[in-house]
């Protein structure tokens, strides 16, 4: 059974920070691209970062640069998320996504988290 289970969201003070993890199961973990999306209340989903299964080469959207820093540890099948100076339109449920890295490949999702910053 394929599975992705967040952990680490909460309610942060502005400035703060948290550390999101995302353990995967039931696939081969080093085979995919993974990520984090988020969603805010009225908002559409977007892509907040991601790494790739190579180089380990990463992509940050323009408002969490400098701020956010996305890992992977292969040998724990665990993803992670550092977010530092927390800004309170960071708000959103996070959900942590993994795509096979080929064409037309397989991509699973979490539950997501709660990440509330408050102000």
């Known amino acids: 059974e394929v599975q992705l289970v967040e952990s680490g969201g909460g309610v942060v003070q502005v400035g703060g920070s948290l550390r999101l993890s995302c353990a995967a199961s039931?696939?081969?973990?080093?085979?995919?691209?993974i990520g984090w999306f988020r969603q805010a209340p009225g908002k559409a989903r977007e892509g907040v970062a991601r790494i790739s299964r190579g180089d380990g080469s990463t992509y940050y959207r323009d408002p969490v640069k400098g701020r956010f820093t996305i890992s992977r540890d292969n040998a724990k099948n665990t993803m992670y998320l550092q977010m530092n100076s927390l800004k309170p339109e960071d708000t959103a449920v996070y959900t942590c996504h993994a795509r096979e890295a080929v064409v037309a490949g397989r991509e699973f999702w979490g539950q997501g988290t709660q990440v509330t910053v408050s102000s």
């Open positions: 039931g696939f081969r973990f080093n085979d995919y691209i």
